[in-house]
């Protein structure tokens, strides 16, 4: 299925939808095919690429099928040129509770994000 990446507003509505609905495809038709994901754990740098955490989101169950809370907004959009984007937006899957910061380009066929790093909070 395709969906629509013609703003990069509308690619980041996948991502909230994408990660609260646990559709890995969805996110997979997101994200560059090279892209990865970024955070700091124990102050060591974590990488993980977008087929593994692919694999990680089809594994774990969805916070919309348990009922979970959505709560996701876009931060801000900074834009460099018509071409690429810098997104700070906020979301989660409880308990934890993420600020994530996405690197957008538009290209041939769309906008697709290309690098994510995040850090996230763990509530109860």
């Not at 409880?94 to 769309?110: E, I, K, N």
Request: aromatic share 12%; charged share 30%.
């Amino acid at each position: 299925m395709a969906y629509d990446r013609s703003t990069v507003e509308t690619v980041i509505q996948h991502y909230f939808d994408g990660l609260y609905e646990g559709d890995a495809d969805k996110l997979a038709a997101i994200f560059h095919p090279t892209a990865d994901l970024r955070w700091v754990a124990n102050g060591e740098l974590q990488v993980l690429t977008l087929p593994d955490w692919i694999e990680v989101v089809k594994k774990r169950g969805s916070a919309k099928a348990e009922g979970k809370p959505r709560e996701d907004l876009i931060v801000s959009v900074d834009r460099s040129d018509d071409n690429t984007a810098f997104v700070k937006v906020r979301c989660q899957l409880p308990p934890r509770y993420f600020t994530d910061y996405l690197v957008a380009m538009r290209l041939a066929d769309g906008w697709q994000i290309v690098s994510k790093a995040y850090r996230f909070d763990t509530r109860e």
